[in-house]
């Protein structure tokens, strides 16, 4: 206990005391995975805008170059409302790209090394899942595996997403 609480302490005698148990460590792993998984989203949500105005203004140029005002739609693409244009084609290449590089760059946030699943063999606990697996952390196997903070223990037959060794 340090000072503030001792002259709490002295204070209110009456004041209960904080006793931390595995509940309140689990809830303290689960609130580090949060603020990994909000930062990673946040740069993720970023990117996902860039994407979507790309993509508005590719469908901006599209619909003003052939004057059409209909839904685009995966049954109706561009390609059959438009042919290339050589006024249109460089700005519209230009979009794919910088599209194309955002997804790159989501995907590369989101899952740095990529994804592996490994099925628990035996009852055991997240340590032993970070001991049978070298390349994960726990703060990597909680944020890809969020219902392992429910509990101390990960039972037979479990699928764990894992990070891959890079």
Do not use: C
């Amino acid at each position: 206990m340090n000072a503030s609480g001792a002259d709490l302490k002295a204070l209110f005698p009456d004041l209960p005391e904080f006793a931390e148990d595995i509940e309140s460590l689990g809830r303290k792993l689960t609130a580090l995975v949060d603020v990994i998984s909000i930062l990673s989203y946040r740069a993720a949500g970023l990117i996902n805008r860039i994407i979507y105005q790309a993509h508005r203004l590719e469908v901006a140029i599209q619909r003003a170059r052939s004057g059409q005002l209909f839904q685009i739609t995966p049954l109706r693409p561009f390609s059959s409302i438009v042919k290339r244009h050589a006024l249109t084609w460089p700005a519209i290449e230009a979009l794919q790209r910088i599209k194309a590089g955002g997804f790159a760059l989501r995907k590369a946030v989101l899952a740095p090394n990529g994804i592996g699943l490994y099925t628990v063999p035996a009852q055991t606990t997240v340590a032993g899942l970070v001991l049978a697996l070298p390349s994960a952390t726990i703060a990597d196997l909680l944020k890809l595996n969020p219902s392992l903070a429910r509990g101390p223990v990960v039972l037979k037959g479990a699928v764990v997403r894992y990070p891959l060794p890079a």
